[in-house]
């Protein structure tokens, strides 16, 4: 049975607390200095990881004695977000996940990003849950700075994800927890799948496995570990970003997470008002349709998908 | 004068966004400035500022004034503005988080791409900005640490003062450190409270940026000497935050010297009324911020004290 715990509180203006809460499962002979914090709920409007985090508990309750290490969970950090279908920190409209580390110095989302870093320091992993936002459906994958990857990727491998996608260091992302917390000695893997605002369920057991799968690996559980998938490496290929050149109703053609071929159709941009056809979206390359857009009203510029190919 | 299409930006449902720029001068006649208004939709008293300062222009311009050459553009996210919303209205994105901006990109990727692109080639560019808290403030100059930053123009405005320090990792993204990148002296003026009209502020802000703009040998009028600018570094700024959440009393307004022992304000409870807080003065020095909501959460930064000593800021004179 896990202890739940608040690790960090602070009063609102009327009759309220803003709090993070954890539930910590321990060996039977107690806490240990080996830990490892799963996370969700830094955006307010991505809810997969929550399912995730019930998922996780669920196994942890009736396997109480297979637990070696501390396992921390922390299903919802914005709380104020996930209860209010909003994105960033709501009265601030701020991104929580671009004012790490934080300071308890300075206004009430960067308090609540010292109190996160303050409550995980320490831990030897953690896995950060995303869904993608309310515009677009993702395959589960985790992204991973290329600074990171000899550190990261072998884990992210554990996971049993689709994707494993390593990007070049943006300046901006040094505001994230990911970053944050690998800068202080935790490995810290995010986690994107699914789509905003939505659960699926069988992304969700898709990631329990490999959670528990890692955690297995990594001797936080005494379990054997589990059978999973070797995720696509995003080294051997190409990412092709597909914009709308227009605005108007994305109308997808295919399904999400479908291979495809280069040139084939992957949506049309209506004009509901005319009737007309404004464009067709052309898949620039051959290869797996990894992102699609959930949301159907675009700008140009909006994104509609992403595939990636392997190199030939 | 010219008012001239910067960008147009087409929506699937809506009239396209059409953002414009007001061009006063010409640029063979001497030095060139941008300055550039809400680029939020809560940027009101920056859209009231630059809308004003075209009127000014083109009285000047009228009276043979402008020495150079000036371009306003009052508002980038009027999308936003006609809606009460704070950032792009469909995917809630900052365009002020965009540059240099990406043709190809996303949509707001597309926008700033756009206005940067209308931005080159200027030795000036003020950035009319409005907080990024729930706080009001004092006018003042914010410059950051970028190696490619111009204190001496950022003193012409003439402000009481300049907020000069390093920048954070979203700032990087931001049109100031860009713009410099490219070879803009660039900075930003921030001022008032967002979402309203402060005319003390827009005053000190109107008045700084002519006496900028004759300073630099742009437009020719005669102008009233500013402050010789203090330059605080993070150091020099005292922050105060409410131990209690509650209901926020400020009896004080930004830029009053206040006294170590003065009180500033009060946090009542407030659901019992019961007194819960005083927030009391530290330190000597310069009220330059404060809360500018009646809640106030816990921890949250109450008041801002710019302290005048010489320990804590460096002050220059011209």
Same mark, same amino acid.
Request: glycine share 8%.
């Given at each position: 049975?896990?202890?739940?715990?608040?690790?960090?509180?602070?009063?609102?203006?009327?009759?309220?607390?803003?709090?993070?809460?954890?539930?910590?499962?321990?060996?039977?002979?107690?806490?240990?200095?080996?830990?490892?914090?799963?996370?969700?709920?830094?955006?307010?409007?991505?809810?997969?990881?929550?399912?995730?985090?019930?998922?996780?508990?669920?196994?942890?309750?009736?396997?109480?004695?297979?637990?070696?290490?501390?396992?921390?969970?922390?299903?919802?950090?914005?709380?104020?977000?996930?209860?209010?279908?909003?994105? #960033?920190?709501?009265?601030?409209?701020?991104?929580?996940?671009?004012?790490?580390?934080?300071?308890? *110095?300075?206004?009430?989302?960067?308090?609540?990003?010292?109190?996160?870093?303050?409550?995980?320091?320490? #831990?030897?992993?953690?896995?950060?849950?995303?869904?993608?936002?309310?515009?677009?459906?993702?395959?589960?994958?985790?992204?991973?700075?290329?600074?990171?990857?000899?550190?990261?990727?072998?884990?992210?491998?554990?996971?049993?994800?689709?994707?494993?996608?390593?990007?070049?260091?943006?300046?901006?992302?040094?505001?994230?927890?990911?970053?944050?917390?690998?800068?202080?000695?935790?490995?810290?893997?995010?986690?994107?799948?699914?789509?905003?605002?939505?659960?699926?369920?069988?992304?969700?057991?898709?990631?329990?496995?490999?959670?528990?799968?890692?955690?297995?690996?990594?001797?936080?559980?005494?379990?054997?570990?589990?059978?999973?998938?070797?995720?696509?490496?995003?080294?051997?290929?190409?990412?092709?970003?597909?914009?709308?050149?227009?605005?108007?109703?994305?109308?997808?053609?295919?399904?999400?997470?479908?291979?495809?071929?280069?040139?084939?159709?992957?949506?049309?941009?209506?004009?509901?008002?005319?009737?007309?056809?404004?464009?067709?979206?052309?898949?620039?390359?051959?290869?797996?349709?990894?992102?699609?857009?959930?949301?159907?009203?675009?700008?140009?510029?909006?994104?509609?998908?992403?595939?990636?190919?392997?190199?030939? | 004068?010219?008012?001239?299409?910067?960008?147009?930006?087409?929506?699937?449902?809506?009239?396209?966004?059409?953002?414009?720029?007001?061009?006063?001068?010409?640029?063979?006649?001497?030095?060139?400035?941008?300055?550039?208004?809400?680029?939020?939709?809560?940027?009101?008293?920056?859209?009231?500022?630059?809308?004003?300062?075209?009127?000014?222009?083109?009285?000047?311009?009228?009276?043979?004034?402008?020495?150079?050459?000036?371009?306003?553009?009052?508002?980038?996210?009027?999308?936003?503005? *006609?809606?009460?919303?704070?950032?792009?209205?469909?995917?809630?994105?900052?365009?002020?988080?965009?540059?240099?901006?990406?043709?190809?990109?996303?949509?707001?990727?597309?926008?700033?791409?756009?206005?940067?692109?209308?931005?080159?080639?200027?030795?000036?560019?003020?950035?009319?900005?409005?907080?990024?808290?729930?706080?009001?403030?004092?006018?003042?100059?914010?410059?950051?640490?970028?190696?490619?930053?111009?204190?001496?123009?950022?003193?012409?405005?003439?402000?009481?003062?300049?907020?000069?320090?390093?920048? #954070?990792?979203?700032?990087?993204?931001?049109?100031?450190?860009?713009?410099?990148?490219?070879?803009?002296?660039?900075?930003?003026?921030?001022?008032?409270?967002?979402?309203?009209?402060?005319?003390? #502020?827009?005053?000190?802000?109107?008045?700084?940026?002519?006496?900028?703009?004759?300073?630099?040998?742009?437009?020719?009028?005669?102008?009233?000497?500013?402050?010789?600018?203090?330059?605080?570094?993070?150091?020099?700024?005292?922050?105060?935050?409410?131990?209690?959440?509650?209901?926020?009393?400020?009896?004080?307004?930004?830029?009053?010297?206040?006294?170590?022992?003065?009180?500033?304000?009060?946090?009542?409870?407030?659901?019992?009324?019961?007194?819960?807080?005083?927030?009391?003065?530290?330190?000597?020095?310069?009220?330059?911020?404060?809360?500018?909501?009646?809640?106030?959460?816990?921890?949250?930064?109450?008041?801002?004290?710019?302290?005048?000593?010489?320990?804590?800021?460096?002050?220059?004179?011209?």
């Amino acid at each position: 049975m896990g202890v739940i715990e608040e690790v960090f509180s602070i009063d609102l203006p009327v009759g309220e607390q803003f709090r993070i809460q954890r539930c910590r499962y321990t060996p039977t002979g107690g806490e240990t200095l080996k830990r490892i914090s799963i996370v969700s709920g830094i955006h307010g409007d991505e809810l997969e990881g929550q399912y995730v985090c019930f998922l996780l508990g669920e196994w942890l309750r009736a396997h109480a004695d297979k637990i070696k290490a501390t396992i921390d969970i922390y299903p919802a950090i914005n709380s104020l977000g996930l209860d209010s279908i909003t994105r #960033s920190v709501p009265f601030y409209d701020v991104d929580l996940n671009r004012i790490f580390p934080g300071s308890k *110095n300075d206004f009430l989302p960067a308090q609540i990003a010292d109190g996160v870093v303050s409550a995980m320091r320490g #831990s030897e992993i953690a896995i950060d849950i995303h869904s993608s936002n309310v515009f677009l459906r993702e395959i589960p994958q985790v992204r991973i700075a290329k600074s990171q990857a000899k550190t990261l990727v072998p884990l992210a491998n554990k996971l049993n994800i689709d994707f494993v996608w390593v990007h070049d260091a943006v300046t901006v992302l040094e505001s994230t927890f990911a970053h944050a917390m690998n800068t202080l000695g935790t490995k810290t893997l995010v986690v994107e799948m699914g789509v905003g605002m939505r659960l699926g369920k069988a992304y969700g057991h898709q990631l329990l496995e490999g959670i528990l799968n890692l955690m297995a690996c990594e001797g936080f559980l005494d379990i054997e570990p589990l059978d999973v998938r070797m995720p696509i490496q995003s080294h051997v290929g190409e990412v092709a970003y597909l914009n709308a050149s227009c605005p108007g109703l994305f109308v997808p053609a295919i399904e999400h997470c479908q291979m495809i071929e280069k040139g084939s159709i992957v949506g049309a941009i209506v004009d509901p008002l005319s009737g007309q056809t404004l464009d067709e979206v052309i898949a620039p390359i051959g290869g797996i349709l990894f992102t699609l857009r959930a949301y159907p009203i675009v700008y140009e510029g909006s994104l509609v998908g992403r595939i990636f190919g392997e190199n030939v | 004068m010219k008012r001239i299409e910067i960008f147009n930006f087409k929506s699937p449902n809506r009239a396209p966004l059409k953002v414009e720029g007001f061009l006063f001068g010409e640029e063979s006649n001497g030095p060139s400035v941008a300055i550039v208004g809400a680029m939020s939709g809560d940027h009101i008293n920056q859209l009231y500022v630059a809308s004003r300062l075209v009127e000014y222009l083109r009285q000047k311009e009228e009276e043979g004034k402008i020495s150079g050459k000036i371009l306003v553009i009052p508002a980038i996210n009027s999308y936003a503005l *006609n809606m009460g919303e704070t950032f792009w209205p469909l995917d809630k994105t900052d365009i002020n988080m965009m540059f240099p901006g990406y043709a190809q990109g996303e949509t707001t990727q597309r926008i700033a791409a756009k206005l940067f692109e209308a931005l080159q080639g200027f030795n000036y560019g003020i950035i009319l900005e409005g907080r990024r808290d729930q706080g009001m403030c004092l006018p003042y100059v914010k410059l950051i640490k970028s190696d490619y930053e111009d204190i001496d123009s950022a003193r012409d405005l003439g402000m009481r003062f300049i907020h000069f320090r390093p920048y #954070s990792p979203i700032e990087t993204v931001m049109l100031q450190y860009n713009w410099q990148l490219w070879g803009t002296k660039a900075l930003s003026v921030v001022f008032g409270k967002n979402g309203s009209i402060d005319p003390v #502020s827009s005053e000190e802000v109107h008045g700084a940026l002519v006496r900028f703009m004759v300073k630099r040998q742009i437009l020719d009028t005669a102008v009233f000497e500013g402050f010789v600018s203090n330059i605080i570094e993070p150091e020099g700024i005292t922050l105060l935050k409410a131990s209690r959440a509650g209901i926020f009393d400020s009896l004080v307004s930004c830029g009053t010297t206040v006294s170590k022992g003065d009180t500033l304000g009060r946090i009542t409870d407030a659901l019992s009324g019961e007194k819960l807080e005083k927030i009391i003065a530290p330190i000597d020095g310069v009220l330059t911020c404060q809360y500018a909501h009646p809640l106030i959460f816990q921890n949250s930064i109450a008041f801002r004290i710019a302290s005048v000593e010489l320990k804590k800021s460096i002050t220059k004179s011209k």
